[in-house]
T-cell receptor, first 113, second 110 residues
Framework: DTGVSQDPRHKITKRGQNVTFRCDPI?????LYWYRQTLGQGPEFLTY????????KSRLLSDRFSAERPKGSFSTLEIQRTEQGDSAMYLC???????????FGSGTRLTVV | RKEVEQDPGPFNVPEGATVAFNCTYS??????FFWYRQDCRKEPKLLMS???SGNEDGRFTAQLNRASQYISLLIRDSKLSDSATYLC???????????FGGGTRLMVKP
């Protein structure tokens, strides 16, 4: 499989718990992005990595959110002390250059109860 | 003002109809433009890039008007399978990431 993989596909968690999502990009892609999407809205940018360096973070990314890409390959997104407002689809994408667009993974759907 | 604005729709059209969507963007420095398609509860998938000269891919035609800062997508001979949300996408100032519009929902009816 040469696409972008995300795990898990679905996560239901209780408010206040921590959750971690994983993304495996297309292997040749050095750029990795995290987006969040809620129902009826377009994807909203969260953060961006080039290789292992986190180069940009959205103001949407509160202190409870942290992302890593330790060896420039897979990435993790952690949400601490989840809130109901964190319920969304979390999308990972990768690319060689933004000029060719992104390839998205299937997303992780988070439900906070 | 949102960076990328789209009419959310829905656009309800009969099979075989021609339908057009427009999108406006605020960043005059944007250089890359795309249309993505997103099916319900699935990830967005690249439909086509949008070039200054306009481009066509089968039944789909995309146009860019830099002076007015809008992008269009024309779908001819609509099929039931075209029913989806169409996302207008532009790159940011630094060219590092893409900004998505809220999407336009299309429903093609028999």
């Amino acid at each position: 499989d040469t696409g972008v993989s995300q795990d898990p596909r679905h996560k239901i968690t209780k408010r206040g718990q921590n959750v971690t999502f994983r993304c495996d990009p297309i292997s040749e892609h050095n750029r990795l992005y995290w987006y969040r999407q809620t129902l009826g809205q377009g994807p909203e940018f969260l953060t961006y990595f080039q290789n292992e360096a986190q180069l940009e973070k959205s103001r949407l990314l509160s202190d409870r959110f942290s992302a890593e890409r330790p060896k420039g390959s897979f990435s993790t997104l952690e949400i601490q002390r989840t809130e109901q407002g964190d319920s969304a689809m979390y999308l990972c994408a990768s690319s060689l250059t933004v000029f060719y667009g992104y390839t998205f993974g299937s997303g992780t759907r988070l439900t906070v109860v | 003002r949102k960076e990328v604005e789209q009419d959310p729709g829905p656009f309800n059209v009969p099979e075989g109809a021609t339908v057009a969507f427009n999108c406006t963007y605020s960043n005059s420095a944007s250089q890359s433009f795309f249309w993505y398609r997103q099916d319900c509860r699935k990830e967005p998938k690249l439909l086509m890039s949008v070039y200054s000269s306009g481009n066509e891919d089968g039944r789909f035609t995309a146009q860019l008007n830099r002076a007015s800062q809008y992008i269009s997508l024309l779908i001819r001979d609509s099929k039931l399978s075209d029913s989806a949300t169409y996302l207008c996408v532009v790159n940011d100032n630094a060219g590092n990431m893409l900004t998505f519009g809220g999407g336009t929902r299309l429903m093609v009816k028999p």
